[in-house]
């Protein structure tokens, strides 16, 4: 009977030290330089529902823990919703993660396969990134998808990176590659939850204080908080498109002093020498500026501008009153809010 407990005692102990090994959490670590004591948030989808934390920096340094049976994105971001990591994750796994707040595209990942090639991808990409280049990053993933095929972090890249505008059949195609083992639907369902759910947060933050590039090689601050009402005009590099815009542009800014309404058109033009020459029979009584790197660019990327001719309005605090393709509905925004 003895010898039967003290068999029993070492097999409860067996089970338990087994059992503890086996992690119902995943922890991710991150040490972003120039983040000092900012709070970070983590955003991932788990157990059918969003999940999100908020933890300061000390000193740079953060740590989350979370709970996700299953692969899931999770994207780690400052405050205002600007990406700083984005990483696969599930329960058992232990993610490092480095990067520098001014440059979150230097990202470096120690963890798990898929974390680590995502982040392989983006220092290789930054310039096409940067660039705002739609088809030099799908070319890029499409060769990463037939490289890593069985791998979750194609999945990955093809749901946060991938240009679907213009490219909707090669994105098909791309999916169809990957093996079902890495895009189930329950992951894909996570991956999708995540980016909407980060893309609306960043996409309709108040706007914060710019620097834009301006007619005359200058750079014009801009602060929604010194106007009563501030009308975003995003623009492609089409003569055709400006016209049937500029006038309506016009004659809001003739409508308003600059304190109560400040118009802005960005151009999204390939470079400053087009845009240059787009503009140069104007006489524009509103602020022109243009984009590096376009819609994509440090400033316009975390808008999230999905088309183009597009408008926001905002007011005085930087909340967004209005986003979408209507000029017309601008207006109508701009006199409710200013009559």
Known sequence: MTRCIRFTIVALIAI??????????????????????????????????????????????????????????????LADGTPIATLVVKNGDKVSFTTNVDDPLSLDVSGNSASEKIAAWLRDNAHHLHDGDARSVNESI?????ANKSNTAATALMVTQFRTEGFETLADSLFSLIDVSARPASVVQNFSTVLSAQLSTTAHADLQPMNLYSA?????????????????????DLRAARDSITPLMRRLARGYPS????????????????????IASDSAIWLQTWAPGSVASTNIGKLSIPRLPYFIVADSTGAQIYRGPSISTAENTISGKLK
């Open 16 to 77: 338990i030290v087994a059992s503890c090994g086996k992690s119902d959490r995943f922890v991710i670590k991150g040490r972003i330089s120039g983040i000092g004591s900012q709070t970070l948030a983590l955003t991932y989808y788990a157990a059918g529902g969003l999940k999100r934390v908020k933890v300061p920096a000390s000193d740079g340094r953060v740590t989350f823990d979370g709970v996700s049976v299953t692969p899931t994105l999770a994207t780690v971001t």
């Open 216 to 236: 005359g090689d200058t750079i014009t601050a801009y602060n929604p908080r010194r106007h009563s009402a501030s009308l975003l005009c995003f623009l492609p």
């Open 142 to 146: 499409a060769r990463f998808v037939a």
């Open 259 to 278: 304190r109560r309404l400040k118009v802005i058109e960005i151009s999204t033009a390939s470079d400053s020498a087009a845009w240059q020459r787009c």
